[in-house]
């Protein structure tokens, strides 16, 4: 059974940094390009940053270049998003994605809130 599950997301004053997890299984996760996604109240699911399998290659959201990064430690079936220089515009849910078997495979997402 394939499943994504996210973690570190909270509260976090503007400037300030955090790092999200996501824990897979089910699949062989270094064979498999990860995505990270966020959705703010009212707005659409929006990419923010996509890592590859052996090159481990990155791309980000034009929203977020220089101040996240993604990466992945194939060892532990996790991929990390690392975010600093947080605004109050990065507040949403994220979410960990991989296409898997040709299926969309969505965790559950983690909030991230971003305020004084």
């Known amino acids: 059974q394939v499943q994504l599950v996210e973690s570190g997301g909270g509260l976090v004053q503007p400037g300030g940094s955090l790092r999200l997890s996501c824990a897979a299984s089910g699949f062989t996760f270094s064979s498999y390009a990860m995505n990270w996604y966020r959705q703010a109240p009212g707005k659409e699911r929006e990419l923010v940053a996509t890592?590859?399998?052996?090159?481990?290659?990155?791309n980000y959201g034009d929203s977020v270049k220089g101040r996240f990064t993604i990466s992945r430690d194939n060892a532990k079936n996790t991929v990390y998003l690392q975010m600093n220089s947080l605004k109050p515009e990065d507040t949403a849910m994220y979410y960990c994605n991989a296409l898997v078997y040709f299926i969309n495979r969505w965790g559950q997402g983690t909030q991230v809130t971003v305020s004084s």
């Open positions: 890592i590859t399998t052996a090159s481990g290659s990155t």
